[in-house]
């Protein structure tokens, strides 16, 4: 190989490092114009969204009946909890049942004298005490764009209700339930609610008694005093 040979060797190596350095070493930098850098795709988690000691909570709620063939059955209600913890709190519902409206097979029975429906005593007004405990707490991210912030809480209680004849009989309450943190003040809440009262009812002419289970999906919105914006971890 001649000197004029080796010269222009090293000047085609040479070219070709000055061409090929900058897509190595500049191609991915943030200050390269042509490819901006990426941006962060993690999404910070805050600490915990509410405080509920020692705080009231004011829940309205709406729900319906799941589990009757023949009757459907709404009910509204207002319920007041005192935290004692950020996990247990004690409170009293009251529970008003709207007019209990019969369902299609309810008709179709009659109709066709399938059988004989029961005549019941429908509840009209419940009030009882309740223990709720919520020691499950969690966060989701939600199109990894908003944090959700929920509980899971568990209720039970005991009370009494009116029904339809105007008597006055025990009653038993069990539910669970979600609630998802609006703010620091407000929640939704989501529970599926089991009351479970003795009730009375004729069939053929004979007086009759038994437990009935209402079995209820209910949907509410609480409000928490005193109002106050802190977040703990």
Not at 70 to 82: A, C, D, G, K, T
Not at 112 to 117: A, C, R
Not at 159 to 186: C, D, H
Not at 213 to 221: A, D, F, H, S
Request: proline share 5%; aromatic share 12%; charged share 15%.
């Amino acid at each position: 190989m001649t000197t004029k040979q080796k010269a222009n060797l090293w000047i085609l190596i040479i070219l070709c490092n000055l061409m090929l350095t900058p897509s190595a070493s500049y191609g991915l930098s943030p200050e390269n114009p042509i490819q901006p850098p990426k941006k962060n795709r993690l999404l910070s988690i805050s600490p915990k969204k509410l405080i509920k000691n020692q705080r009231f909570e004011f829940t309205s709620s709406t729900a319906i009946d799941i589990n009757d063939a023949f009757y459907l059955h709404n009910s509204i209600s207002q319920e007041i909890l005192y935290h004692i913890s950020n996990n247990t709190a004690i409170g009293i519902t009251a529970d008003l049942f709207l007019p209990h409206y019969p369902q299609k097979s309810h008709q179709l029975v009659k109709e066709h004298y399938i059988s004989s429906i029961a005549d019941y005593s429908f509840p009209k007004l419940a009030v009882h005490a309740d223990l709720q405990l919520n020691n499950i707490y969690g966060k989701a991210a939600l199109f990894n764009r908003k944090i959700i912030y929920f509980d899971l809480y568990f209720t039970a209680g005991l009370g009494g209700y009116q029904n339809s004849s105007k008597e006055i009989l025990p009653m038993a309450n069990l539910a669970v339930g979600y609630r998802f943190y609006l703010t620091s003040n407000t929640t939704i809440k989501l529970e599926l609610k089991d009351q479970i009262i003795p009730t009375n009812y004729t069939v053929y002419s004979q007086q009759k008694s038994s437990l009935q289970n209402y079995l209820q999906i209910t949907v509410g919105i609480s409000i928490l005093l005193p109002f106050f914006a802190a977040e703990q971890s």
